[in-house]
């Protein structure tokens, strides 16, 4: 069965600092990869997706993920945070051809001043 | 375009109860799907669906159902509402063609 792992419940970074969010998953076919971002309230609101091709994916608001099938993982990254980052992250395997989502228990981001 | 609706933002429900939470997209997606989410367990399958008259159970479907009459619409039924189900419910829908599931604002479920 498809699994996600996010192993930081909880980051703290300083604005202006980069960011890297892990994300690992279990999915035995090539995955269809995904994170979301949600804010305080909010409904999640996707950030980039993998597919195949180019294994450094662009998303929007500056952040970036980059696959690596040996390793199973699929980390987002940011070169520099700003206050509004501030948010919930969650990385999601797709299954059955991205019929349905299996998400990571997320990690929460905190930006200090 | 609204994207994902779901009706109602909040509801108290007494035990035994019944209702339908409702959800409604206008981007002709193929898939849609129910999450509930809970403190520290992310979100969690309830049901999918990939076309009309077409559901499938995904990880915590016990207590719920769902239909999908039409391409629109895909309402999630408490059929006895009881304390665990107590919950954040999303709504998603995805196109088959561009993947990417695009989530409604929640609806926030407390059973007493």
């Known amino acids: 069965a498809q699994s996600v792992t996010q192993p930081d419940i909880h980051i703290t970074v300083s604005e202006g600092a980069s960011l890297e969010l892990r994300c690992n998953y279990s999915y035995g076919a090539t995955p269809y990869l995904f994170w979301y971002v949600q804010s305080p309230g909010q409904g999640l609101q996707l950030l980039l997706k993998y597919f195949s091709g180019d294994t450094l994916v662009q998303g929007i608001k500056g952040f970036e993920a980059e696959f690596k099938r040996s390793q199973s993982s699929f980390n987002l990254r940011k070169p520099s945070v700003h206050w509004s980052d501030a948010a919930e992250y969650f990385c999601?395997?797709?299954?059955?051809?991205?019929?349905?989502?299996?998400f990571g228990q997320g990690t929460r981001l905190t930006i200090n001043p | 375009n609204a994207g994902v609706t779901q009706t109602p933002k909040f509801q108290v429900l007494k035990t035994g109860q019944s209702m339908t939470l409702q959800c409604a997209q206008d981007?002709?997606?193929?898939?849609m799907s129910w999450y509930r989410q809970d403190p520290g367990m992310g979100l969690r399958l309830i049901h999918y669906?990939?076309?009309?008259?077409?559901?499938d159970q995904g990880e915590v479907p016990n207590g719920y159902n769902v239909s999908r009459s039409t391409t629109e619409d895909f309402p999630l039924r408490l059929l006895s509402a009881a304390p665990s189900q107590t919950s954040v419910y999303f709504c998603?829908?995805?196109?088959?063609?561009?993947?990417?599931?695009?989530f409604g604002s929640g609806t926030r479920l407390t059973v007493v």
């Open positions: 981007m002709n997606h193929e898939y």
């Open positions: 999601a395997v797709g299954a059955q051809g991205a019929q349905k989502l299996v």
């Open positions: 669906s990939v076309g009309a008259g077409i559901t």
């Open positions: 998603a829908s995805s196109s088959q063609l561009n993947y990417g599931y695009t």
